[in-house]
């Protein structure tokens, strides 16, 4: 069961990314809106209920199985954290069975807005201070997500400066991230539709990676993030370990480079980044399966509550940060219900990584292989002081 809710939690996010533009940074978390979309299904009918399990990739009747075994998965696993919640108003009766179907202890009444604030910063650490909903006279019931992913990397970087030479981001000084490793295949090229990604994998010690990936300048952003979704099924075009001298590929130059040994080796300078976003699910209703039950005129609900429900909010904020020593994201995403070195140096063989221009990352749990967070970084963030060079 976890397999088809890891590939169901996947697919959507593989939709959703297709809908980030290039202009600027965006992150979007599939993994955080599927166990609600997952209880949600077998409550509704007709067309919508069509339309949400065809978004999660099961049928209704696993649905709330599939729901239990990612949060599960999610509460469970090192580096992650999961909760979910339910507030109701408290005249509104729901149906037993679907009360049932929620984890023990998820279910409370619906007040005031500060205290389901109060609870995204508990879940989130503080990492994000409210419900990305506003809880009005007319929202009967909220079923809300909260997800933390924290990693520290097994092969730190260097904090240091980048100020890109050419491109987008040309002149800008920017706070960088160097690291020099000996596995050159933490790199590799993947041949896509929409021309050549390269994709670095960064591990953290969680069972938590983050793969970097960039593609031509002209090449899209949903295209880059797709190749990043994929590559753990897709093979490879070209590893770093393949690489010969004057060889190249988006974000990559290959030369020799000053070392104490002839060991050939990899050196990424990427810019430290932090992405937040905030998403209006409903902006977006085909790709979550959402169309048919946030049409308010009837009923669409009944599974929840003989009352007439819809979805009448949905919404998702996201953060996520890249340093020197690790990698942290949190996402709350809301459903509101309404009616309706001094030895002689050697040169050996260096690839070079350098993201200097706009640019993907996917962050994923490793054994599972399920997308916490896949985003796009359209800017760096600024250094604390000048820059000494393309990258220093």
Do not use: C
Not at 136 to 156: E, G, H, M, N, Q
Not at 231 to 258: C, K, M, Y
């Amino acid at each position: 069961m976890i397999e088809t809710a890891v590939a169901g939690a996947n697919a959507v996010t593989r939709r959703w990314v297709a809908t980030i533009e290039s202009e600027a940074s965006a992150a979007v978390s599939g993994a955080g809106v599927w166990p609600l979309l997952a209880y949600l299904a077998p409550a509704a009918d007709g067309d919508g209920r069509d339309e949400l399990t065809a978004a999660i990739g099961l049928p209704a009747d696993e649905a709330v199985a599939g729901a239990a075994a990612l949060v599960a998965l999610l509460q469970s696993a090192p580096g992650l954290r999961a909760a979910l919640g339910t507030w109701v108003r408290p005249w509104l009766e729901l149906r037993t069975q679907w009360r049932d179907s929620l984890p023990p202890g998820t279910v409370g009444v619906l007040g005031e807005q500060e205290a389901l604030d109060a609870w995204v910063r508990e879940q989130t650490d503080g990492l994000l201070d409210r419900l990305p909903l506003t809880v009005d006279p007319d929202t009967l019931l909220i079923l809300a997500s909260a997800l933390v992913a924290r990693t520290r990397w097994k092969d730190p970087f260097d904090d240091g400066r980048l100020v890109p030479t050419a491109g987008p981001w040309l002149g800008q000084h920017l706070a960088g991230l160097h690291r020099t490793t000996a596995d050159r295949d933490l790199l590799a090229v993947y041949e896509t539709p929409a021309g050549p990604v390269t994709v670095l994998t960064v591990e953290g010690t969680d069972g938590i990676d983050v793969d970097l990936a960039i593609g031509l300048p002209d090449t899209p952003a949903a295209a880059v993030l797709a190749a990043g979704i994929d590559a753990p099924s897709a093979v490879p075009g070209r590893l770093g370990s393949q690489f010969a001298e004057g060889d190249t590929a988006p974000g990559v130059t290959v030369g020799t480079g000053w070392a104490y040994d002839d060991t050939s080796r990899l050196r990424a300078s990427v810019p430290r980044f932090t992405v937040t976003s905030s998403h209006d699910l409903l902006a977006h209703a085909d790709v979550f399966g959402l169309r048919t039950v946030s049409d308010l005129s009837r009923q669409r609900l009944p599974g929840v509550s003989d009352f007439p429900l819809g979805v009448g909010a949905a919404a998702q904020d996201l953060t996520a940060s890249f340093t020197a020593d690790g990698f942290e994201a949190a996402v709350v995403t809301a459903f509101g219900m309404r009616a309706g070195g001094a030895m002689p140096a050697r040169n050996p063989l260096e690839v070079r990584l350098l993201l200097d221009r706009p640019f993907g990352f996917v962050a994923r749990h490793r054994p599972s292989g399920l997308v916490l967070v896949a985003g796009w970084v359209a800017q760096g963030e600024p250094s604390a002081g000048p820059g000494f060079g393309a990258a220093g």
